[in-house]
């Protein structure tokens, strides 16, 4: 986006411009300091822009990304991101400060990593219909490497389950600023949490919204377990995503095996990308033990 651009050195945005001719699309701008930053075009295809940015520059472009305050956004960059308008986020790494064994900030900001939403192909009826399938009581879990596009496609769903006759009752978790970026018609029956830890979001929406369905992103922290049991405890249907290959790498983690064994999911869907949109690989609780 143009406003985005405006951010950057201008040495690199033009660089940026430059390689964006014909139907290139760009998915994601990586800037780093004193190394070459590059572009990841649809389809996967990464370009290097000779352009390294000074320690001036990055500190430059870290304010104008937080829009001129970096005390405002000090919670999020300890989490590794910067929120941006319009569901855009910005990855950021450089020198962790700890305390006690926890993180407390960030400084010297050395690489950025800024993801742009983009349009895929997608088609959500087969996740719609495996939620209806499963009453609404159990839930499904989308898996995928990064950067496959989860968060694209819980945000699709969300909308599909909330509009029209078949409406129902949808909770989105938005930590991070990401998914309510295409939720806002008036004609959805949508509810946003936005900057809502996850764990906490989960319990005020069942106290207080009364929903079907909740929607969250890339689950698996240890916190977030109790909330998400006590969703499914209620008959409430969670749409989460994780990352993961394949089924196996799924089951291999900790807090996803113990939330399997809780009856969270009643489904597991990995997804991939082909020239035609979105391909779906659905496992059934029933059949996971089989698969592992």
């Known amino acids: 986006p143009r406003t ?11 660089a940026i411009k430059r390689e964006l001719v014909g139907e290139n699309v760009c998915e994601e701008i990586r800037i780093r300091r004193g190394r070459m930053s590059s572009l990841t075009l649809s389809g996967g295809t990464n370009i290097s822009l000779d352009v390294s940015l000074s320690r001036e520059e990055m500190d430059e472009t870290v304010g104008k990304l937080c829009g001129g305050s970096l005390y405002a956004h000090s919670e999020t960059i300890k989490n590794g991101y910067i929120p941006l308008d319009g569901g855009i986020r910005a990855g950021v790494v450089g020198r962790a400060v700890l305390e006690n064994g926890r993180i407390i900030g960030i400084v010297d900001i050395s690489g950025i990593c800024i993801r742009l939403p983009h ?8 996740i719609c219909n495996l939620i209806r399938e499963l009453e609404y009581v159990s839930g499904v879990l989308i898996y995928s490497p990064p950067g496959v596009g989860k968060t694209t496609l819980l945000r699709t769903v969300a909308a599909e389950l909330s509009k029209g006759s078949n409406a ?6 938005d930590s991070r600023g ?3 970026f295409g939720l806002g018609s008036r004609y959805l029956y949508t509810d946003i949490m936005s900057g809502y830890p996850k764990s906490v979001g989960i319990e005020i929406a069942l106290r207080v919204m009364n929903p079907r369905v909740i929607v969250c992103d890339e689950i698996g922290n240890d916190d977030e377990v109790s909330a998400i049991c006590s969703a499914a405890g209620g008959g409430v249907a969670l749409l989460a995503s ?20 809780a009856g969270v999911f009643g489904a597991y869907v990995g997804i991939s990308r082909s020239t035609g949109g979105y391909l779906y690989n659905i496992t059934y609780r029933n059949d996971v033990e089989e698969i592992i």
């Open 4 to 14: 985005l651009l405006q951010k950057l050195p201008y040495r690199l945005s033009d």
């Open 119 to 126: 349009f895929v192909k997608i088609d959500p009826s087969p």
């Open 168 to 173: 129902v009752r949808v909770t989105v978790i």
């Open 178 to 180: 990401e998914l309510e």
């Open 242 to 261: 994780a990352h993961a290959s394949d089924i196996g790498g799924l089951m291999s983690k900790k807090n996803i095996r113990e939330l399997h064994r």
